[in-house]
């Protein structure tokens, strides 16, 4: 008998109408003949109205306290979820992450699955007919604390869920019907794809393309876990997350992306001695801040140089302590914040194999008065940092240079075929 293991996001379950729907969606999957794993976030809205009650108490809460308050939201939806399926006359049970092992580290906020015990377990719930609801987004560490696995983390939870079961399948159900070409709110041209690369949608995860985390991509990835994105609302096919295989037709571009809320940190006049850089970045990952785009100008005289990065906006604060602080400790270092920036990328696996891209979009850019910061590249990959005012016309302008909206499989073909994992 087949496993599946199937994801609710909080928008497809905001009242009791759309938990009937999931619920609907969960037993017609175990009416043709499948074990069903239901995981579930917390209902639309919960989780901010559980920070914004956490700091009307304080203004400082704790990680654990908060961990343990935001972990409620999801026990709410297990619930919900298992009386939407009872009222439809099928067996379910719900479960925390405490209950089904799933096992953490300490970090709260923002903690990473280990192991998960409850597999033998949650086999037997399955066995025994019930669908198991499981809440996403949780876990319990090495002394039973709860934990919250930050941003995307039902999707994470879901993806490693179906990795630990071999599950046939991992549907993650959200309020749109895939994954498309580029955000259809700024592109209107934009194609939803059939499939996708999980390389490339692991790199539009991260470059702001927000139907999954880039954490559960990349764990799907590594466990071989088929995963399919869908639309709650309609039973449209949705998109494959598959391997790449010469099987499956490859374009050069696949997607384009904007990311906001960006700004670039430079430091000044850096002393140019070997480690410093390791120290510099030693303290930004203290701090736990994420960085990209990492330029180094050596100055002429070779004795200084100017280190800059781009981090998300939230992160300017500790990025300028941290400068002054350094600038304390090596005189004449000063630090510089330039804010209100973006990036729009274009991601492709043919890129691998082709040239041209970079002169293309760089041109598109231009015609469009999109005046490029920053140039970050990789093997599939090809960012540009821009003004933020600019990221939307920039986004439709590498959209329809590569012609995303007309190629069946999203971009333009370079050749081939499909297999999945």
Excluded: W
């Amino acid at each position: 008998m087949s496993i599946v293991v199937q994801k609710f996001g909080g928008t497809s379950l905001a009242n009791a109408e759309k938990f009937h729907r999931a619920a609907r969606r969960a037993i017609q999957a175990k009416l043709a003949g499948n074990q069903v794993v239901v995981v579930v976030s917390a209902m639309d809205q919960t989780t901010d109205e559980l920070v914004g009650l956490a700091y009307e108490v304080t203004d400082r809460p704790s990680r654990r306290e908060m961990d343990q308050l935001l972990a409620t939201g999801e026990q709410v939806s297990i619930a919900l979820m298992a009386m939407a399926i009872h009222h439809a006359g099928h067996d379910a049970i719900s479960m925390t992450g405490a209950q089904i092992g799933i096992k953490t580290d300490r970090s709260h906020g923002r903690a990473r699955i280990r192991e998960i015990t409850g597999r033998t377990q949650l086999m037997s719930l399955l066995n025994q007919g019930s669908i198991v609801i499981v809440a996403g987004f949780q876990g319990v560490d090495e002394q039973f604390n709860v934990t919250t696995l930050g941003r995307g983390g039902s999707d994470t939870t879901a993806v490693a869920l179906a990795a630990s079961l071999q599950a046939d399948v991992c549907e993650i159900y959200t309020d749109v019907d895939g994954i498309y070409s580029a955000d259809p709110r700024i592109v209107p041209a934009a194609r939803k794809l059939d499939y996708i690369f999980y390389d490339e949608m692991l790199e539009l995860a991260s470059l702001g393309a927000q139907v999954m985390h880039s954490r559960s991509i990349e764990l799907g990835k590594n466990y071989g876990v088929r995963l399919c994105v869908r639309s709650s609302l309609t039973d449209a096919k949705g998109t494959d997350i598959v391997n790449v295989s010469s099987d499956l037709q490859q374009v050069i571009v696949r997607g384009a992306a904007l990311k906001k809320g960006l700004a670039r940190v430079e430091l000044v006049r850096v002393p140019n001695r070997p480690g410093i850089a390791s120290e510099i970045f030693r303290r930004v990952a203290e701090r736990e801040v994420m960085v990209d785009d990492i330029i180094q100008v050596i100055h002429a005289g070779g004795t200084t140089a100017d280190l800059s990065f781009t981090v998300d906006k939230g992160d300017v604060e500790a990025c300028r302590n941290l400068g002054l602080e350094l600038g304390q400790e090596m005189p004449g270092l000063a630090v510089e914040i330039r804010d209100k920036l973006a990036k729009v990328s274009v991601v492709g696996v043919g890129m691998r194999t082709h040239t041209g891209v970079a002169s293309r979009m760089f041109e598109a850019l231009h015609q469009s008065n999109v005046n490029i910061e920053n140039i970050a590249t990789s093997e599939i990959v090809i960012s540009c940092v821009i003004r933020e005012e600019d990221g939307e016309r920039a986004l439709r302008a590498v959209h329809e240079v590569f012609e995303l909206d007309r190629a069946a499989g999203g971009g333009q073909a370079v050749a081939g075929t499909l297999q999945k994992p």
